[in-house]
């Protein structure tokens, strides 16, 4: 007890020595609390997404915004003012055309974060974006971007997405399409039957090895989509809504399976007479892209009739048969299509001419059986006019198909279409309308990219 007095006493000492020492502090605080300057950039951000909308715009490099493991390097702010302008033109102002003014600022991401370069996953998958709790998304090869040369591809779904030219549906706005879409699922659920649709089809991880291609012949818009579930509901939200009607029937077209036999051959819709049902013919062309005649067994040119049988003959602007003269046939007698209707041509020193072109001196021609002249009975010839031929065609004809799969992203599209009407007062056939009006290329090109001018 005596010796824990003491250690006390001498503690009690102590505190009192160094309690009492008078060093002073620094009044400089060594964390800085100016408020940053802002450039004009910041000051566009603030008036157009910021104060409308509570958003902003991450452009300089912050490693606590990127991934520590990848190596990616800063945009520019060049490169940022131009990609800014396009995301409001494109990707904002449509929802706020069709869903009102608060519809964003209550219910979008706050963060956009550009990044200069590339970014890879560990699958060596090139990221499209990246979103993060609803609250921020990441647009990565910004410093990729040609203002000079915008594109978006409403032509070819398939095209190789690698390809310069960047097509701005692909890498931006179809990724901020699929990344509002989880917000808005994620505050207001989808129903359950959309998850059947595909149910048993999903890929899970294996989707990496899905390609866009085979993801529609499996009832998909995309490889991604073949995941799960509510990556399927975003995506086929996204691709609409980005997709001309061009892109979106090629997707549509992609699956449908097209039946063939064992041998591969096609197999085709049968009408009442057991014969192939012709979607579409055209005229069989020779090298020189004229009409070919049909002929029969012994190389005769086979001519057209009427119903009751009689001839049918070229005509002139009268109503008139056109005769035919020896001079006009030496060379041949072609055949082509103008305005809708069949002409007939001849040559005569080397130039092609209408058979409705002769000349004095020209001696008609007349009707012989085998060779022999036929004669009326009065003993005059008989002229010969110009007869129409029946012509050769290439046939395509209407092949057998399976819809299953065109259905099953048609049944999901309507899914989609009704959540948003009925959850979020959104018509997405009118915001994909807004959305094309505002990817045309001269919508695109109207834009100042290069400046802060609105």
Same mark, same amino acid.
């Given at each position: 007890?005596?010796?824990?007095?003491?250690?006390?006493?001498?503690?009690?000492?102590?505190?009192?020595?160094?309690?009492?020492?008078?060093?002073?502090?620094?009044?400089?605080?060594?964390?800085?609390?100016?408020?940053?300057?802002?450039?004009?950039?910041?000051?566009?951000?603030? !008036?157009?997404?910021?104060?409308?909308?509570?958003?902003?715009?991450?452009?300089?490099?912050?490693?606590?915004?990127?991934?520590?493991?990848?190596?990616?390097?800063?945009?520019?702010?060049?490169?940022?003012?131009?990609?800014? !302008?396009?995301?409001?033109?494109?990707?904002?102002?449509?929802?706020?055309?069709?869903?009102?003014?608060?519809?964003? !600022?209550?219910? +979008?991401? $706050?963060?956009?974060?550009?990044?200069?370069?590339?970014?890879?996953?560990?699958?060596?998958?090139? #990221?499209?974006?990246?979103?993060?709790? *609803?609250?921020?998304?990441?647009?990565?090869?910004?410093?990729?971007?040609?203002?000079?040369?915008?594109?978006?591809?409403?032509?070819?779904?398939? $095209?190789?997405?690698? %390809?310069?030219?960047?097509?701005?549906?692909?890498?931006?706005?179809?990724?901020?399409?699929?990344?509002? +879409?989880?917000?808005?699922?994620?505050?207001?659920?989808?129903?359950?039957?959309?998850?059947?649709?595909?149910?048993?089809?999903?890929?899970?991880?294996?989707?990496?090895?899905?390609?866009?291609?085979?993801?529609?012949?499996?009832?998909?818009?995309?490889?991604?989509?073949? *995941?799960?579930?509510?990556?399927?509901?975003?995506?086929?939200?996204?691709?609409?809504?980005?997709?001309?009607?061009?892109?979106?029937?090629?997707?549509?077209?992609?699956?449908? #399976?097209?039946?063939?036999?064992?041998?591969?051959?096609?197999?085709?819709?049968?009408? !009442?007479?057991?014969?192939?049902?012709?979607?579409?013919?055209?005229?069989?062309?020779?090298?020189?892209?004229?009409?070919?005649?049909?002929?029969?067994?012994? *190389?005769?040119?086979?001519?057209?009739?009427?119903?009751?049988?009689?001839?049918?003959?070229?005509?002139?602007?009268?109503?008139?048969?056109?005769?035919?003269?020896?001079?006009?046939?030496?060379?041949?007698?072609?055949?082509?299509?103008?305005?809708?209707?069949?002409?007939?041509?001849?040559?005569?020193?080397?130039?092609?001419?209408?058979? %409705?072109?002769?000349?004095?001196?020209?001696?008609?021609?007349?009707?012989?059986?085998?060779?022999?002249?036929?004669?009326?009975?009065?003993?005059?010839?008989?002229?010969?006019?110009?007869?129409?031929?029946?012509?050769?065609?290439?046939?395509?004809?209407?092949?057998?198909?399976?819809?299953?799969?065109?259905?099953?992203?048609?049944?999901?599209?309507?899914?989609?279409?009704?959540?948003?009407?009925? #959850?979020?007062?959104?018509?997405?056939?009118?915001?994909?309308?807004?959305?094309?009006?505002?990817?045309?290329?001269?919508?695109?090109?109207?834009?100042?990219?290069?400046?802060?001018?609105?």
């Amino acid at each position: 007890m005596k010796n824990l007095k003491i250690y006390i006493l001498l503690a009690g000492v102590l505190f009192t020595t160094f309690s009492c020492d008078k060093d002073d502090l620094d009044s400089q605080s060594i964390f800085n609390t100016d408020t940053p300057t802002k450039n004009e950039f910041d000051q566009w951000i603030r !008036k157009n997404l910021t104060n409308p909308y509570n958003i902003t715009i991450d452009y300089l490099y912050n490693d606590h915004e990127t991934d520590l493991d990848a190596n990616v390097i800063p945009t520019t702010i060049p490169q940022s003012i131009g990609l800014a !302008k396009l995301v409001k033109h494109v990707w904002m102002d449509p929802y706020t055309e069709v869903g009102g003014a608060d519809f964003l !600022k209550y219910n +979008c991401f $706050r963060q956009f974060v550009f990044v200069g370069s590339g970014e890879y996953d560990g699958q060596g998958t090139m #990221k499209l974006g990246q979103a993060e709790g *609803g609250v921020k998304v990441t647009l990565f090869r910004v410093n990729e971007l040609n203002f000079d040369r915008l594109y978006i591809n409403n032509e070819d779904y398939y $095209r190789q997405h690698s %390809t310069l030219p960047l097509d701005l549906n692909y890498w931006y706005f179809h990724t901020m399409h699929h990344e509002f +879409c989880h917000i808005l699922t994620q505050k207001k659920e989808y129903t359950p039957e959309f998850r059947l649709v595909s149910a048993g089809t999903y890929k899970g991880p294996g989707w990496v090895n899905v390609s866009d291609t085979t993801a529609a012949k499996d009832g998909f818009v995309t490889g991604y989509a073949t *995941g799960e579930y509510n990556e399927d509901f975003a995506e086929t939200y996204a691709v609409y809504v980005t997709s001309s009607d061009k892109i979106w029937n090629q997707i549509l077209e992609k699956a449908t #399976k097209y039946l063939v036999d064992d041998n591969g051959m096609p197999v085709y819709v049968l009408d !009442k007479k057991g014969n192939p049902v012709v979607k579409s013919k055209e005229y069989q062309r020779d090298t020189n892209g004229l009409l070919v005649p049909e002929t029969d067994a012994n *190389g005769n040119i086979v001519y057209a009739t009427d119903k009751k049988g009689n001839p049918i003959y070229f005509k002139n602007s009268k109503g008139e048969k056109i005769p035919m003269y020896n001079e006009q046939t030496k060379g041949g007698i072609y055949y082509d299509v103008k305005d809708d209707s069949i002409e007939a041509y001849f040559v005569y020193s080397n130039t092609l001419y209408p058979i %409705t072109a002769s000349a004095t001196s020209f001696t008609p021609t007349v009707e012989t059986i085998n060779g022999d002249t036929i004669y009326t009975k009065d003993g005059k010839t008989i002229q010969k006019y110009y007869r129409v031929p029946l012509f050769k065609y290439n046939y395509e004809y209407v092949q057998k198909v399976d819809e299953t799969s065109k259905k099953k992203i048609l049944t999901k599209l309507n899914y989609i279409r009704a959540y948003f009407m009925d #959850k979020w007062n959104i018509d997405i056939d009118k915001l994909r309308e807004k959305i094309q009006e505002r990817t045309t290329m001269e919508s695109l090109n109207s834009l100042d990219l290069k400046s802060l001018k609105d």
